[in-house]
Nanobody, 115 residues
Framework: QVQLVESGGGLVQAGGSLRLSCAAS????????MGWYRQPPGKQRGLVAT???????NYLDSVKGRFTISRDNAENTVYLQMNNLKPEDTAVYYC?????????WGQGTQVTVSS
């Protein structure tokens, strides 16, 4: 049984920072590229960042230079460091493999950025 549990969200003022964590159980973590996704209010869920097993990363253009994805294979955890947050970053953030698999969506963690 694979489970992904996101944490670390919260309410922050514009310009602030948050660090999201995604703890993975099961064997998928070390096999797959992992991704962070987000779903803003009233919008579809979309990809924010990915990281493969070699540590290569890719980012949505709007978060480049502000967000950093990383992974700790020993701890089966993937992180998303978010700096200089903007109100448009407000969303529920999820982790999943990349490409995503519907079996692995968790509850997500809410990030709210006030102006």
């Amino acid at each position: 049984q694979v489970q992904l549990v996101e944490s670390g969200g919260g309410l922050v003022q514009a310009g602030g920072s948050l660090r999201l964590s995604c703890a993975a159980s099961g064997s998928i973590f070390r096999i797959y590229t992992m991704g962070w996704y987000r779903q803003p209010p009233g919008k579809q869920r979309g990809l924010v960042a990915t990281i493969n097993n070699d540590g290569n990363t890719n980012y949505l253009d709007s978060v480049k230079g502000r967000f950093t994805i990383s992974r700790d294979n020993a701890e089966n955890t993937v992180y998303l460091q978010m700096n200089n947050l903007k109100p448009e970053d407000t969303a529920v953030y999820y982790c999943n493999i990349y490409p995503s698999n519907n079996r692995y969506w968790g509850q997500g963690t809410q990030v709210t950025v006030s102006s």
